[in-house]
């Protein structure tokens, strides 16, 4: 049997298998996601130093810049990030061509960001224009006017919207059952790796350990099958600890016979600490 979730194997015949890991992840990528989702409506500023959970997202969404799974998504909001600070309103299809290579069709990209309310599509002579809502000018709208932003803080704010649009797309995995097969998600294609390295690192957090090791992530990820390339970029990205670098989960890191130990951030254990304490609720 295959968990259709993460690709972890076990002997059965089960014609559908979910893991138990990816069941307990579920639960908090369902948690998190309703946290994050209330704050884009409701929060005047989306601001990573006054919301941790916002804090949580951005250090979280290294994983996704350079995936080959989830870098339409990146691409997309990178741009449409710099063009509502720019004080743009819509961008054309012919923009994005222009900017962004791909060799996948728009549609489903913009239908998970139509979704969330992050812009609307119209046809125009053939063409499709984005409109930027008031949800996306929002979060643009608390640094117009003001200085220019850093390279650093504009990358900090993209991952922070792109880590929002990846969080749906991860709910969506999320409602993976007999009922939802794989049809569900944008491209038909499950963000595996995103999924199970955000599975180990979340999940980690979450049961209140503050640290773990080289050999922890690799034996997890292994065993779903990750590359061994993609194995190697997060755990080096794991190791840049540099206040210009948006990866900010680890705080220290030791070495020992040759194994890494990696600790998180503080912020990042409390954060998940109030995910556990809210899922536990929910099911006294």
Known sequence: MMCVKCGLTKSGKEDFFICDDCKDFSKIVDDIYADIDAKMETLENIDPNTSPIFKLLSDSSFVTAQNPQTAIFYKLCEFIVAKALSGASE??????????????????????FEELNLIRVKTEKYRRILILTDKTKKFAKQYLGGEPLSDQMQTRLTHIYS??????????????????????????????????????????????????????????????????????????????????????????????????????????????????ERTRERER
Do not use: C, H
């Open 91 to 112: 961008i054309t299809e012919d923009e994005l061509n222009k900017e962004i290579r791909t060799t996948r069709s728009w549609s489903d990209a913009f239908r998970i």
């Open 163 to 276: 880590g929002y649009v990846l969080l749906y797309i991860l709910t969506k995995v999320a409602e993976l059952d007999k009922d939802n097969d794989i049809t569900i998600l944008p491209y038909k294609q499950r963000p595996k790796t995103l999924w199970t390295i955000l599975m180990f690192l979340w999940t980690t957090a979450y049961n209140g350990k503050e640290k773990f090791t080289e050999e922890d992530l690799r034996s997890f990820i292994a065993i779903r099958r990750i590359p061994s390339t993609t194995r190697g970029r997060i755990i080096r990205s794991l190791q840049t600890i540099d206040g210009k670098f948006v990866q900010g989960l680890i705080k220290d890191m030791s070495f020992l016979n040759g194994d890494i130990t990696f600790k998180f951030e503080d912020y990042v254990i409390v954060e998940m600490g109030r995910v556990r």
